[in-house]
């Protein structure tokens, strides 16, 4: 197939001036060449399209493709996410990974926890500070855990998430709604061990492609796998390959958010376990990263026995499944 590549490249957006936070979920060159070689090894032409912008002219040439294999994060809006996806549609372009309605949804955590807890998929009980006036109206138990309420790779996850009382939830709230302008998420504090889940496939196809544990080292910045945390690892934590009753429940749950927020092909999702020792879901990343040796999802792939190209052959084996037309 000629497979069209819809990508943000940071390099791109950081020469345009935004800042190394801004663009921190955006993809590294070397992502890119890698899915290309990945999809070219695998009998497919890649062509590099770009984001938005350089897809939009493409699409007003004419250009078109037999696929597209979408990992833009996008730049403006809540539904950023959604926005190469909406566009392929309408120009009936098949595309890799989930549809518009579950990345615009999935990229707000607080959206997300009303529907999978209406499905009865356990997560943290929360509520939303939209507006200062609404953070005395707080009623859940300390301690909680605050962060922005869509924003991805660990952004405004400090060493000040974990808040202990009403000061701390009154001063956290307030930095986060002046900090990131939009609402902040207040969630019952997950105290156990943490678990991300690596998933393939679609529906009830879709399966536990493996479990990393996340486990702290003494030099982990505060309680959660923020962004310092996540941008300079090595020497705050461990990545485990897990195993055993609880990372396989952990896998469960992660399953059951999955199959209920129709997310598609690939990703990630995250657990906690509550003081109970019961796996929590935290929220899905349909979009996960593919950095190789860098991204949790190749890691859990590794740990797998599975190479890069044969983890992006998954993707595109559930993607083809879903165009039985197109093999
Ligand atoms: N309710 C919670 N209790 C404890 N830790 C949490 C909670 N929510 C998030 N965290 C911690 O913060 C990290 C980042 O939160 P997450 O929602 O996964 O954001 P991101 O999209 O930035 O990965 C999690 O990996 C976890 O370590
Ligand atoms: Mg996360």
Not at 85 to 110: G, R
Request: aromatic content about 8%.
């Amino acid at each position: 197939m000629r497979i069209g590549v819809t990508f943000d490249l940071r390099s791109d957006y950081l020469a345009l001036g935004h800042s190394e936070e801004e663009t921190a979920e955006f993809d590294a060159e070397e992502t890119i060449a890698a899915l290309c070689d990945a999809l070219k090894s695998l009998g497919h032409e890649p062509i590099r399209i770009g984001g938005i912008k350089p897809l939009t002219r493409a699409l007003a040439d004419g250009q078109r493709w037999d696929a597209v294999f979408n990992i833009c994060e996008g730049l403006k809006g809540v539904s950023r996410e959604a926005q190469v996806p909406a566009l392929l549609e309408a120009f009936d372009i098949p595309y890799v990974f989930s549809d518009p309605l579950t990345l615009a949804l999935t990229l707000d955590k607080a959206m997300t926890k009303h529907v999978v807890r209406d499905a009865g998929v356990p997560t943290a009980d929360f509520a939303v500070i939209t507006t200062e006036a609404d953070i005395a109206k707080i009623t859940l138990g300390f301690p909680l855990f605050l962060k922005p309420v869509a924003e991805g790779s660990g952004k405004g996850v400090n060493a000040r998430s974990k808040v202990d009382d009403k000061e701390q939830l009154e001063s956290v709230a307030r930095h986060l709604l002046k900090q990131y302008r939009q609402p902040a998420l207040v969630e019952e504090f997950l105290p156990g061990r943490e678990f991300t889940v690596g998933i393939t496939g679609t529906g009830l196809e879709a399966k536990v492609l493996g479990v990393l544990e996340i486990v702290p080292l003494p030099k982990f910045i505060g309680h959660g796998y923020g962004y310092e945390n996540k941008e300079t690892w090595e020497d705050k934590l461990k990545i485990v390959r897990a195993e055993g009753p609880e990372a396989q429940a952990a896998g469960q749950v992660a399953l059951a958010a999955w199959r209920v927020l129709r997310c598609r092909d690939g990703g990630r999702a995250d657990i906690r376990l509550d003081k109970n020792g019961l796996p929590c879901f935290i929220e899905v990343n349909p979009l996960a990263g593919i950095r190789p040796g860098y991204s949790d999802l190749c890691f859990i792939a590794n740990f797998e026995g599975l190479s890069y190209q044969q983890l992006i052959g998954k993707f595109l084996d559930s993607f083809l499944k879903r165009h039985p037309d197109l093999k």
